[in-house]
């Protein structure tokens, strides 16, 4: 009798645990039918949802194309394929395990209880790598930290390398009604376009979403903030060294009329070398049609071609096909033609050393560029003439291409009178200082903003002020989601930029957050002024 019972109140259990699974499951409806993820820790995540349906035969170099409806539940429980890349020291003709031409999927996280109308605030993540790598997927970057907090966290892939932007002729006269060149631009749209028909549904509020990336997503940030085909998409951004001036922003022309003295080579003319390169002749129709038959391996590289002419190798990233990038960010910026919304952007103090900007080898050499402000340069890079040149042109590096943009760009935010806040993040883990000698480089605040430490590359090891800056840059980026404004509760005061004051919020290298003037402002000066004086002498063709 009482194993009955037992075998009763068991059965009863394994009933009732079946009810409850099937009233919390991760699944939602959207437009295109049934979504089913998974629910861990209070959080439902779905991965690999398509966005746009496959860019590969005739659509490759075309704008996303429709996803259509799918019939029962799609399984969502798996990352899709990132976007076809070669992978570091990958062999010639080979592209990175993982990845593949289908890639244009994004990933969700929520909370659990997170109804269908529940407003929450929304934010859309865009990975890095150079236009050439990286993806919307993996530990480090997992939305869950977000979702816990009350975010709806997007993560998306965009086609890359010769995939994400390219221009032929051929490419250029056919579909002439359709845009052109920077197709992972175009992703990226056709992502926040289905985050606008579609996050209602997983308690998100289309009205309420933040884009936010790194490096090349910090790129897009800006571009995004300038195409006019993306506005009234997202409301709030956060540009995390992404720089703001020209440069790989938008710049190169699709034809040689339109070339700068920034891209003196038009992506036609990359595009004409790419296809000679492999045996195809002509520009024609005929010449698109072997370039849309060739492997996907023989495609992806890393991104460059040389100029045709034994000149150097080319950066082939974002273009200026006048239609849906009209300008570069600089030039909208100066114009006051961005998007007006409100602003968190900045960058590491230590992002990348060597050659990166120039090919100074001595401090004297560094600084002589600088021409009449030469000797302010030294004031302000090292003042007492003992530094490291390898320290010196870190910092430069750091400043010409993050530093001093992403203050610029903060100045033509507040002219519009939109709230900005700017971040130095120099914080390095005492386990990592003997290698990170000069200070926070490319990508290290990733983790931090995401609090996803565990995931970090190259640091195994979690310290007490470790989570104290995880905290803090998770929170920032969750209270800016929800409201536009950084600040909280308990945390250090992050005050809005304006020029007279300077101020930004200092996370020191000790792992202390300050709100406090610039402690770059000499360098960043003296590195407006040489971009002045560059411009100036470019208008005058010299």
């Given at each position: 009798?009482?194993k009955?019972?037992?075998?009763?109140?068991?059965?009863?259990?394994?009933?009732?645990?079946a009810?409850e699974?099937?009233?919390?499951?991760?699944?939602?409806q959207?437009e295109?039918?049934?979504i089913r993820?998974?629910?861990?820790?209070g959080v439902h995540?779905?991965?690999?949802?398509?966005f746009?349906?496959?860019?590969?035969?005739e659509?490759r170099?075309?704008?996303?194309?429709p996803?259509?409806?799918w019939?029962g539940e799609?399984?969502?429980t798996?990352?899709?394929?990132?976007?076809?890349?070669?992978?570091w020291g990958?062999e010639p003709g080979t592209i990175?395990?993982?990845s593949s031409?289908?890639?244009?999927y994004?990933?969700?996280w929520k909370?659990a209880?997170?109804?269908t109308?529940?407003?929450?605030?929304v934010?859309?993540?865009?990975?890095?790598?150079?236009?050439?790598?990286?993806?919307?997927?993996g530990?480090g970057i997992?939305g869950?930290e977000?979702?816990?907090?009350?975010?709806v966290?997007?993560t998306i892939?965009y086609r890359?390398?010769?995939?994400g932007?390219?221009?032929f002729p051929?490419?250029s006269a056919?579909?002439?009604?359709e845009h052109?060149g920077?197709?992972?631009y175009m992703d990226?749209i056709?992502a926040?376009?289905?985050?606008?028909?579609?996050?209602a549904a997983?308690?998100?509020n289309p009205?309420?979403v933040?884009?936010f990336?790194?490096?090349a997503g910090?790129?897009?940030?800006?571009s995004?903030l300038?195409?006019?085909?993306?506005?009234?998409l997202?409301?709030?951004a956060?540009?995390q060294s992404g720089?703001g001036?020209?440069?790989?922003?938008?710049g190169r022309p699709?034809?040689?009329?339109n070339?700068?003295v920034?891209?003196?080579?038009?992506?036609?003319t990359?595009?004409?070398?790419?296809a000679k390169k492999?045996?195809?002749d002509?520009?024609?129709?005929d010449a698109?049609?072997?370039?849309?038959?060739?492997?996907v391996e023989?495609?992806?590289d890393s991104?460059?071609?040389n100029?045709?002419e034994?000149?150097?190798r080319?950066?082939s990233g974002?273009i200026?096909?006048?239609?849906l990038?009209r300008e570069t960010?600089?030039?909208?910026?100066n114009?006051?033609r961005q998007?007006?919304?409100?602003?968190?952007?900045?960058s590491?103090s230590a992002?990348?050393?060597?050659?990166?900007?120039?090919?100074?080898?001595?401090?004297e050499?560094?600084f002589?560029?600088f021409?009449d402000?030469?000797?302010?340069?030294?004031?302000?890079?090292?003042?007492d003439?003992i530094?490291e040149?390898?320290e010196?042109i870190?910092?430069?590096?750091?400043?010409?291409?993050?530093g001093?943009?992403?203050?610029?760009?903060a100045?033509s935010?507040?002219?519009?009178?939109?709230?900005?806040?700017i971040?130095?993040f120099g914080?390095v883990?005492?386990?990592m200082?003997e290698?990170?000698k000069y200070?926070?480089g490319?990508?290290s605040?990733?983790?931090?903003?995401f609090n996803?430490?565990?995931?970090?590359w190259?640091n195994?090891e979690t310290?007490?002020e470790?989570?104290?800056?995880t905290e803090?840059?998770?929170?920032y980026?969750?209270?800016?989601?929800k409201?536009?404004?950084?600040n909280?509760?308990?945390?250090?005061?992050?005050?809005?930029y304006?020029?007279?004051d300077?101020e930004?919020?200092d996370i020191?290298?000790?792992g202390?957050?300050?709100g406090?003037e610039?402690?770059r402002?000499?360098?960043?000066d003296v590195?407006?002024k040489a971009f002045?004086?560059r411009?100036?002498l470019?208008s005058?063709?010299?």
């Amino acid at each position: 009798m009482r194993k009955g019972i037992l075998g009763l109140v068991l059965l009863l259990g394994v009933t009732i645990s079946a009810q409850e699974s099937t009233e919390n499951a991760a699944k939602v409806q959207t437009e295109l039918g049934v979504i089913r993820g998974v629910q861990e820790d209070g959080v439902h995540s779905f991965k690999g949802i398509p966005f746009a349906a496959p860019p590969v035969g005739e659509f490759r170099w075309r704008p996303p194309q429709p996803v259509k409806a799918w019939e029962g539940e799609l399984d969502a429980t798996e990352y899709g394929a990132n976007c076809a890349q070669s992978g570091w020291g990958g062999e010639p003709g080979t592209i990175s395990e993982g990845s593949s031409e289908d890639c244009l999927y994004l990933n969700v996280w929520k909370p659990a209880n997170a109804k269908t109308g529940a407003n929450l605030p929304v934010m859309v993540w865009i990975h890095g790598g150079g236009f050439v790598g990286g993806s919307g997927s993996g530990a480090g970057i997992a939305g869950d930290e977000f979702a816990k907090k009350g975010v709806v966290l997007i993560t998306i892939n965009y086609r890359l390398g010769r995939l994400g932007h390219f221009a032929f002729p051929a490419l250029s006269a056919e579909h002439p009604e359709e845009h052109k060149g920077s197709y992972a631009y175009m992703d990226q749209i056709a992502a926040l376009q289905w985050v606008q028909k579609n996050i209602a549904a997983f308690g998100g509020n289309p009205d309420n979403v933040t884009i936010f990336g790194f490096s090349a997503g910090g790129v897009s940030v800006h571009s995004l903030l300038t195409i006019s085909d993306a506005k009234g998409l997202f409301h709030k951004a956060i540009s995390q060294s992404g720089g703001g001036r020209d440069g790989v922003l938008t710049g190169r022309p699709i034809r040689e009329e339109n070339a700068s003295v920034f891209y003196p080579v038009s992506a036609e003319t990359i595009g004409i070398n790419f296809a000679k390169k492999h045996g195809i002749d002509g520009t024609d129709a005929d010449a698109l049609a072997k370039l849309r038959a060739l492997p996907v391996e023989e495609i992806v590289d890393s991104g460059q071609e040389n100029d045709g002419e034994g000149g150097p190798r080319i950066y082939s990233g974002p273009i200026l096909d006048g239609k849906l990038v009209r300008e570069t960010a600089e030039s909208a910026y100066n114009a006051g033609r961005q998007m007006q919304i409100p602003l968190i952007i900045g960058s590491n103090s230590a992002e990348i050393g060597g050659s990166f900007v120039n090919n100074s080898k001595t401090k004297e050499e560094l600084f002589s560029l600088f021409g009449d402000f030469k000797e302010e340069a030294k004031a302000a890079y090292d003042p007492d003439g003992i530094k490291e040149f390898e320290e010196v042109i870190t910092k430069f590096n750091t400043d010409w291409v993050w530093g001093e943009p992403a203050r610029f760009t903060a100045k033509s935010f507040v002219k519009q009178g939109e709230p900005v806040f700017i971040y130095h993040f120099g914080f390095v883990p005492e386990p990592m200082r003997e290698r990170m000698k000069y200070g926070a480089g490319h990508g290290s605040e990733v983790g931090y903003v995401f609090n996803n430490l565990d995931a970090r590359w190259g640091n195994s090891e979690t310290t007490p002020e470790d989570k104290k800056v995880t905290e803090i840059m998770n929170a920032y980026w969750v209270n800016f989601a929800k409201n536009g404004n950084p600040n909280g509760d308990r945390l250090p005061n992050w005050p809005v930029y304006n020029e007279k004051d300077g101020e930004i919020m200092d996370i020191q290298l000790d792992g202390n957050a300050v709100g406090k003037e610039d402690p770059r402002k000499a360098r960043l000066d003296v590195i407006e002024k040489a971009f002045k004086l560059r411009r100036q002498l470019q208008s005058r063709g010299i």
